[in-house]
């Protein structure tokens, strides 16, 4: 007998873990000699090694990679075999035990400094309208009743929405969902951690990203960043492209600016473009991976949800770290008119760019024109920051089942 003959006779389905077991695991390595048989087991990342003087019948069917049960010293059960059509996949438990610990600990951060944590859907009507993003798309059927819906981008706007319903101090970790995502630092499906202050602004918002990181390197003992550095966007411009970058600045200028830098523009189409290529080639890539740096002030055409300041600029930062976008933080936007009006603008860039429409989500409207009170607030990937504190390269490499 074979052993492909022996598991199509034997092994029909899982059975049950025997409740007279004396041991049980996964065959790490397995030796037969003079009649015996000596097999190592795997369970928890301990080893245990069983003998047997005679070895049990259909022994010589178990190889290395077989789940058995021990039953006595005459008895080995196989609980699942070594099947070579398993997927290749890694199941990784010491990093899922730090991942496990890192979470613990943000949200005890949150917890600690006096935060409420909410859930809010993953089924919604708008996900973002975001011109950059594509989203996932499905549908609800309630009996003759259909009604397309999103898997969000961000929780931003239901958050917003607690904002005006009386929340003051809230956080989440959610599940979010971008279509046509994945690189080395992309996932179509991540986790986003985000918090809002109501009555607060930045300067609060930016001490809670310095406290959070403070905090996880000292309770999972990391090293510190190096120094904890702020720039404006026009400041960066002016060192790393020499050039004098204003809220005024047109997209003209922007793309003689890339052709005399030997940006690769081709691809540019909008002034975001042009400004997001500019700033990725020439500004990002010289950020100390060693530093945590805030870049603060970004022109008007790249303030999102954010408010503008006195001066024009957009009032919002983003962090980096180790070489990542760890966030990106606004004072928020709770003007209805302004915000409809972007909102509008965001739809008709999408439409330029041939994405798929979506609609807006009235409910989020109807919010702001009862009153959100003037918030801070932040979007933080929680897997980048997980990266950039154990030096991962790569966000595949933190989950068992990545894409």
């Known amino acids: 007998m074979d052993r492909n003959t022996f598991l199509n ?25 003079e009649g015996g048989l000596e097999i190592t087991l795997i369970r928890d990342q ?17 190889i290395e990679g077989d789940i058995v049960a021990v039953v006595s010293a005459a008895e080995v059960i196989l609980l699942a075999p070594n099947k070579s059509t398993l997927p290749k996949r890694t199941f990784n438990k010491d990093i899922l035990e730090k991942w496990n610990r890192y979470v613990e600990e943000v949200r005890h ?10 859930k809010t859907p993953s089924l919604v009507v708008c996900p973002g309208t975001e011109p950059a993003l594509d989203v996932f798309a499905t549908e609800l059927k309630v009996g003759s009743r259909k009604e397309k819906l999103y898997l969000p981008t961000s929780p931003e706007l239901h958050l917003k929405k607690a904002l005006a319903l009386g929340a003051e101090k809230i956080f989440e970790i959610a599940p979010c969902f971008r279509n046509g995502e994945v ?18 602004n930045l ?24 120094q904890i550095l702020s ?13 004098d970058l204003t809220p005024e600045t047109t997209k003209a200028e922007l793309k003689e600016l890339a052709q005399k830098l030997n940006v690769d523009v081709h691809s540019a189409e909008s002034i975001d473009d042009y400004f997001f290529l500019i700033f990725m080639d020439k500004v990002e890539s010289q950020l100390h991976g060693e530093d945590l740096i805030f870049v603060e002030k970004y022109p008007p055409y790249q303030a999102a949800l954010a408010r503008l300041t006195t001066d024009g600029w957009g009032d919002r930062f983003e962090a980096y770290w180790q070489g990542l976008e760890l966030c990106n933080a606004f004072h928020e936007l709770n003007d209805p008119q302004i915000q409809r009006q972007r909102s509008e603008e965001d ?18 409207f109807q919010c702001l024109d009862a009153g959100i009170p003037p918030s801070g607030g932040i979007a933080l990937g929680v897997e980048r920051l997980f990266m950039a504190l154990h030096g991962i390269k790569k966000i595949a490499d933190i989950s068992v089942f990545p894409k």
């Open 109 to 118: 951060f949150f917890r600690r400094k006096g935060f409420l944590e909410v």
């Open 231 to 243: 720039y404006s966007v026009a400041e960066l411009f002016k060192i790393h492209c020499g050039f």
């Open 203 to 226: 300067t609060t918002i930016k001490q809670d990203v310095i406290d959070l990181v403070q905090h996880l390197v000292k309770v999972l003992k990391f090293q510190p960043p190096r």
């Open 9 to 33: 006779q034997h092994w029909k389905s899982y059975p049950a873990m025997p409740v007279d077991a004396k041991a049980a695991g996964r065959i790490y390595r397995i030796e037969r000699e």
């Open 46 to 62: 301990e080893e245990q090694i069983i003998s047997f003087e005679k070895a049990p019948p259909q022994s010589e069917f178990l």
């Open 347 to 364: 739809l008709q860039k999408k439409l330029e760019s041939h994405k798929e429409m979506i609609p807006l989500d009235q409910e989020f």
């Open 183 to 200: 690189t080395e630092r992309h996932q179509p499906e991540f986790s986003m951690l985000e918090w809002y202050r109501a009555y607060d």
